[in-house]
């Protein structure tokens, strides 16, 4: 359990808490809406982490699976999942090596920049093949990346502090050759007193253009590819910070 993921994963939501969930869900909801396969009944959602963004799917009555590699952020979502009546199949997988036969699902969905994990563009060429491989005929894929230009200028040399009912949080990023460092020290409150836990953990991300990503979904047989400022329906730009793709 040494990826990063893992190393934070119990903190992970409280972390993330400002992050609008119900509103990330709808707009999946609103892009699933618009490609043409219908009706869209069963998604898988890549790098599923603590599975907010599946249980709000599986509320609007999708049925799910998602898939994650970090079996801290597996464990956490399993134990939310113990609380509701909700069955979402968990598969412990790398997302580079997808396990599931041939066009299983009507949708995949991917998001919060899990894709930009990929480093290398081919092993991303090679991923999207695979994606295109369990998808049905004409389904969906909808994701966010984060952009090489955001990489660049935005993140380039950046700290954040953040704090939290139980955690601070220090975010360091550095870039180096189009790709991101983004070190991160998390101060964990020990029972709730004024004494905190450190953890220290490195993310790496690479950054993709708009025009990159399209080249690659139509190399990985991708016939249609609509791109968007991220959280709206306008052109996603080279500018953009993050861009959310549907293809199909
Ligand atoms: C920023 S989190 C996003 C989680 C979730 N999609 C969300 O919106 O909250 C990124 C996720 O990608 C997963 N991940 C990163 N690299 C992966 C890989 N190679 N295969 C599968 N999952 C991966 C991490 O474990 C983590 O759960």
Not at 9 to 29: C, F, H, I, L, N
Not at 35 to 58: E, F, M, V, W, Y
Not at 222 to 236: A, N, Q, R
């Amino acid at each position: 359990m040494n990826d990063p993921f893992s190393l934070i994963a119990e903190y992970y939501d409280e972390v993330m808490e400002k992050v609008d969930y119900e509103e990330w869900a709808r707009y999946v909801k609103t892009l699933l809406s618009m490609a043409p396969l219908k009706p869209i009944r069963r998604i898988l959602d890549l790098a599923s982490g603590t599975g907010n963004l599946s249980i709000r799917l599986k509320n609007y009555g999708y049925e799910v699976f998602g898939l994650d590699y970090s079996l801290g952020m597996l464990k956490v979502a399993k134990k939310k999942l113990s609380d509701k009546p909700l069955a979402i199949p968990l598969v412990s997988a790398d997302f580079r090596h997808i396990p599931f036969k041939p066009s299983l699902f009507d949708a995949v969905i991917s998001t919060f920049d899990s894709l930009n994990n990929i480093l290398d563009p081919a092993e991303m060429i090679d991923t999207f093949k695979q994606i295109r491989g369990v998808l049905r005929n004409g389904g969906p894929f909808i994701f966010d990346l984060n952009t090489s230009w955001s990489f660049k200028t935005e993140w380039y040399n950046l700290t954040r502090v953040e704090e939290t009912a139980n955690t601070i949080s220090i975010w360091k990023s550095r870039y180096i050759n189009g790709i991101v460092y983004l070190y991160f020290t998390l101060f964990v409150r020990i029972d709730k007193g004024d004494l905190y836990r450190k953890i220290n953990t490195v993310f790496r991300e690479r950054g993709y253009s708009p025009d990159e990503v399209k080249k690659y979904l139509k190399q990985a047989g991708f016939s249609k590819v609509h791109c968007y400022d991220h959280f709206t329906l306008s052109p996603g730009r080279t500018k953009s910070s993050r861009v959310t793709y549907l293809a199909y």
